[in-house]
């Protein structure tokens, strides 16, 4: 371990090792400054500041990323890595230099295929998470608490400390100064406490499928987004198993709770099966009606029935859309019909 002195000396070597070129510097001091203004708004007793928060600390983390593009990005370039659009320029040398063009900057989605291919480490899944949970935040919960708001500070924290130390070279304590840090480490401590015993908890019952404990461990509570969601009577049957979400309290039964946690944790798949027209992840289960029915799997994963896929009069396998438990595909069972 260094020093505090040694690592600031240490750093300010290496911050004067890099060419500073001072658009891409203007990128840092904003990341640091939306992070630092983040923090403040969650400490403020204003509950209008705590919306201003998650935007603050989402944005943050986001220019960090992008200042690590830019810094990337080729002199005279116009920061080519950073730009939505990049077109090709003759160099004058008889050769080819990409631009970027316009304002636009990249969404995350080519920020994350960018950084791959350059190498550039990032916990993306956290990063699409705190997105999500911003864009749910803005939308979805008006009444926004600091104890819900936990889940998306140690998410961010996670995200902001391993990217300026492993990316940047930066001592986050001294970047980020100690008020910021400090806070930033105690939600994160406190909340990695909170949701290790939540997890304890869920652990600790039969939930028959590991997709269902996989999606229960990662559900965020519908009602205000904290990822804290306890078990009341740990090892417990499962169909008596009692959930509350301990940033708000809100109670969920087994069935509502594994079904909307299915639902949130397939929502990526279905959204792009979809729209290649491939079929959900889970179909309504014609037994307990629940949008549980796993498709690949064959079997609900709340009550565990399992239907027949091929149809017992064509012998077709049945469409996802037509499983209703009767056995038959809907053309069969729409010709049965008419013959009475
Ligand atoms: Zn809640
Ligand atoms: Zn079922
Ligand atoms: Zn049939």
């Known amino acids: 371990m260094l020093s505090r002195r040694e690592a600031r000396r240490l750093n300010g ?16 001091k904003n990341a640091i400054d939306s ?29 960090l990323i992008k200042h690590k593009l830019a810094s990337l990005s080729p002199p005279g370039t116009d920061e080519a890595l950073l730009k939505e659009r990049v077109l090709p320029e003759m160099d004058g040398k008889g050769g080819i230099k ?14 994350e295929d960018r950084c791959k291919s350059l190498g550039i480490d990032v916990d993306w899944q956290r990063v699409r998470k705190i997105v999500a949970h911003r864009n749910d935040i803005e939308h979805y919960f008006p009444s926004l608490t600091q104890n819900a708001l936990r889940t ?7 995200i902001i400390r391993d990217f300026l130390r492993t990316q940047l070279n930066e001592d986050p304590l001294i970047v980020l100064g100690a008020p910021t840090w400090t806070t930033l480490t105690g939600v994160a401590d406190v909340y990695k406490k909170e949701k290790d015993e939540c997890l304890a ?21 519908p009602k205000c987004g904290s990822g804290l969601i306890d078990v ?25 709770a594994a079904e909307a946690a299915l639902g949130d944790a397939n929502a990526s798949h279905d959204y792009y099966s979809i729209k290649e027209g491939g079929d959900p992840a889970t179909v309504i289960c014609p037994e307990c009606t629940h949008d549980t029915y796993d498709l690949e799997a064959d079997h609900c994963l709340i009550c565990g029935e399992s239907v027949e896929r091929s149809c017992k009069q064509c012998g077709e396998r ?23």
């Open 232 to 256: 009341l009577n740990p090892k417990s049957d499962k169909w008596d198993a009692h959930l509350q979400c301990r940033a708000c309290g809100t109670e969920y039964d087994f069935e509502t």
């Open 318 to 340: 049945i469409p996802a859309s037509e499983l209703d438990g009767s056995g038959y595909c809907g053309y069969c069972n729409h010709m049965m019909s008419k013959d009475d």
């Open 201 to 221: 908890n869920i652990a600790s019952i039969n939930w028959d499928f590991s997709t269902v404990q996989d999606a229960m461990e990662d559900w965020q509570c």
């Open 152 to 158: 998306l500070v140690a998410d961010s924290f996670i």
């Open 13 to 28: 070597a290496l911050l004067r090792q890099r060419p500073v070129r001072e658009e891409y510097m203007s990128i840092h």
């Open 98 to 111: 990409w631009k970027g063009k316009g304002r636009k900057t990249v969404d995350v989605q080519s920020m």
């Open 35 to 63: 992070i630092i203004l983040g923090v403040e708004d969650y400490n403020s007793t204003d509950p209008r500041r705590l919306l201003s928060a998650t935007r603050n600390l989402v944005a943050g983390t986001m220019l």
